[in-house]
């Protein structure tokens, strides 16, 4: 099967090129297209990263192409990395209405193109921010089903490796999923987290530990009160190390926190976490991870059927997702969900989007 990455010479998005290349996502017969946008840096930089992935993997590597036109892009699995990203180190809130601002028309110029010029059938992995509003332009122009947000499975990894981390055990042994807007608005399911090895009641006794008796109507509160002792921290190295005190849930939202206000990205673990999505597709059975999905009434909300863009747990296979999987939630999970769901669609359609 062919993948594209759109934007591919961001951070990200080499990022990604040589996880799927080194991990053998892509073997030989596969295509990787590498796109960029026509009279700018990236268009040129393409035919560069195009040769030095090839130097570099020319004994496994995929062919690789290029595209520079949006119409030209061709590919079973999309990866829309393209569009202004996220400031690291300033030290200020992320003005994400800007960032919407600035990143919607390159949505909307890669979806319609896609909708006009596309097989019908592609997947799209969308990695760029704001993401709802991404997920929210690409589902209303190709299908819902074939549209899926990565920042839901990079946070859900994220808190099932501060599970393991404090349990001392491997993260593979660890599974749970959280719903997301984004950072302190990350909703932890507790209810979902399982250890593999281990009986339910000796599972439901070590959660109990690593949870006390805190529940997420405090969570919010908690991570900001997290964030400000952490600022007070002599230096950045200490600030790290402060972090291992907190429960794991707000270990997840602090540290990529602090990774972004250390002047360093998260390249690494976000094209980790795509990846993982594009193997899923690629793999061809279905899989249980955690996404942005646009939904329709797919699960229950506030009594009602919910209908907008929320990071659920999904079933995914090559043709998208297909159905959600979400147990049953523990009264304070369904309540907060449904806060920040709320969150999420006022804040799409302020941006431009929501249904018409």
């Known amino acids: 099967m062919d993948v594209a990455i759109v934007g591919a010479t961001g951070d990200v998005g080499r990022a990604v090129c040589g996880a799927l290349i080194e991990r053998g996502?892509?073997?030989?017969?596969?295509?990787?297209?590498?796109?960029?946008?026509?009279?700018?840096?990236?268009?040129?930089?393409?035919?560069?990263?195009?040769?030095?992935?090839?130097?570099?993997?020319?004994?496994h590597a995929p062919h690789i192409d290029?595209?520079?036109?949006?119409?030209?892009?061709?590919?079973?699995?999309?990866?829309?990395?393209?569009?202004?990203?996220?400031?690291?180190?300033?030290?200020q809130p992320i003005d994400r209405d800007r960032l919407a601002q600035d990143n919607r028309r390159v949505f909307e110029e890669y979806a319609d193109a896609l909708a006009a010029h596309g097989s019908g059938h592609e997947v799209v992995i969308v990695v760029s921010n704001p993401l709802e509003?991404?997920?929210?332009?690409?589902?209303?122009?190709?299908?819902?089903?074939?549209?899926?947000?990565?920042?839901a499975w990079l946070d859900t990894l994220r808190f099932r490796r501060e599970i393991a981390a404090t349990l001392g055990i491997r993260r593979h042994r660890v599974s749970g999923f959280v719903d997301r807007l984004h950072g302190d608005r990350m909703v932890p399911l507790w209810s979902s987290v399982r250890l593999r090895g281990l009986d339910p009641d000796e599972r439901a006794e070590i959660v109990d530990r690593l949870r006390g008796d805190r529940t997420l109507a405090s969570f919010r509160t908690e991570v900001t009160a997290a964030k400000q002792r952490i600022s007070e921290a002599p230096d950045i190295a200490a600030a790290f190390a402060a972090v291992d005190a907190y429960p794991p849930d707000v270990q997840a939202v602090i540290r990529p926190y602090l990774t972004h206000q250390s002047?360093?990205?998260?390249?690494?673990?976000?094209?980790?976490?795509?990846?993982?999505?594009?193997?899923?597709?690629?793999d061809g059975r279905d899989i249980v991870v955690a996404g942005q999905v646009l939904l329709d009434g797919e699960i229950e909300l506030g009594g009602s059927p919910w209908r907008g863009v929320l990071g659920v747990p999904v079933a995914v296979g090559p043709d998208g997702w297909s159905r959600v999987m979400v147990d049953a939630l523990a009264a304070d999970e369904s309540r907060v969900l449904w806060e920040v769901a709320q969150s999420i669609n006022e804040s799409v359609v302020a941006w431009g989007g929501g249904a018409s």
């Open 263 to 282: 002047g360093a990205k998260t390249a690494h673990g976000t094209a980790n976490a795509t990846a993982d999505l594009v193997r899923t597709v690629l």
């Open 133 to 151: 509003l991404a997920v929210e332009v690409f589902a209303r122009r190709l299908g819902r089903h074939r549209v899926i947000g990565m920042g």
């Open 25 to 59: 996502d892509l073997g030989p017969t596969s295509r990787l297209q590498l796109v960029g946008r026509p009279g700018g840096a990236s268009g040129e930089a393409v035919h560069g990263l195009r040769v030095d992935l090839i130097d570099a993997h020319d004994e």
């Open 66 to 91: 290029v595209a520079t036109r949006p119409e030209d892009v061709v590919a079973d699995v999309v990866v829309m990395t393209a569009g202004r990203t996220l400031p690291t180190g300033t030290g």
